[in-house]
């Protein structure tokens, strides 16, 4: 009987030790002994909840972070992503975070993590903010909010990546899903998009099947993209055509009857370079007609 207690009361003093460290563990998570946020506060817009670590750890993980990317993190709490970013992947990470006690607990805990060097919280406003130099942008914000930044984002140069835990763009699909195991408070989902090249329009080629004349119309919604290609006087319709980031690619039959690929990257200065097939000697220019 007494063996039968004192095996109570160790398995009841271990289970009080763990509860214990969990305790200890999601405090230190959570803040410091200068200030203490609680999940669900409020803040401008929105309320206060740690996106789970592995969660954090996916989404970095989906958009390739590299010690090359720049991150921003937009409404950065208590500075999670944006740590993990750098102290995981050695990319330099800003933070744009309203609450300035928020704010502040970022920065410390920033310090407290080795990579203040990487890490920088700014306290301010993301809709007044000006995060246009990001390779990679990751938020946890509702609906509403990303919609409403979608416009900004949608203008960021193409090949930025995007990742957001728990919702979406509206009618912009995402081109990933990002699922974590874990369930609960912090989300156990996301979502990845590539910014996409602007390509929408009409355009002349020069210098692209035998020199011939060239018309190319193109039609867009975000990264989907269809038209027509006008080789003389024949059209026909662009075959198998996408856009990831600034690169887009298309086939269609060229006057020799071959089926050709054509493969183009849209400059900074509006204009589309590239090449027919796999040979730089068949390199080409587009403008869009009427610039």
Not at 55 to 79: F, P
Not at 99 to 116: D, F, Q, S, T, Y
Not at 145 to 171: A, Q
């Amino acid at each position: 009987m007494k063996s039968s207690i004192s095996i109570r009361r160790l398995q009841t003093g271990v289970a009080a030790l763990i509860l214990s460290a969990l305790c200890v563990s999601v405090h230190a998570q959570s803040g410091d002994t200068v200030y203490q946020p609680q999940v669900g506060q409020s803040g401008k817009d929105v309320v206060w909840v740690p996106t789970n670590n592995e969660l954090v750890n996916k989404m970095l993980e989906t958009a390739k972070v590299t010690k090359d990317d720049l991150v921003y993190d937009l409404g950065a709490g208590d500075g999670k992503i944006a740590i993990a970013a750098a102290r995981n992947h050695g990319a330099r990470a800003i933070g744009i975070e309203f609450n300035p006690e928020m704010a502040a607990l970022a920065k410390r805990n920033a310090e407290r993590a080795g990579v203040a060097d990487k890490v920088t919280i700014i306290n301010g406003d993301i809709f007044k903010e000006d995060f246009s130099k990001a390779t990679v942008v990751t938020m946890y914000l509702l609906p509403e909010l990303n919609l409403r930044l979608r416009p900004t984002l949608l203008k960021m140069k193409p090949g930025t990546r995007l990742v957001t835990n728990s919702f979406t763009m509206g009618d912009w699909e995402p081109d990933e899903h990002v699922n974590a195991s874990s369930t609960g408070f912090g989300g156990s989902s996301g979502y990845f998009w590539i910014v996409p090249a602007q390509v929408g329009g009409e355009w002349s080629f020069d210098g692209m099947d035998g020199n011939a004349r060239v018309r190319v119309n193109i039609t867009q919604k975000y990264q989907k993209i269809g038209g027509t290609i006008t080789v003389g006087d024949q059209t026909q319709p662009l075959l198998e055509p996408r856009v990831v980031g600034a690169e887009m690619q298309f086939r269609y039959m060229a006057s020799s009857g071959q089926l050709q690929v054509v493969k183009a990257t849209l400059g900074e200065g509006g204009t589309l370079k590239g090449q027919v097939g796999n040979y730089s000697s068949n390199s080409f220019e587009a403008r869009r007609v009427g610039n």
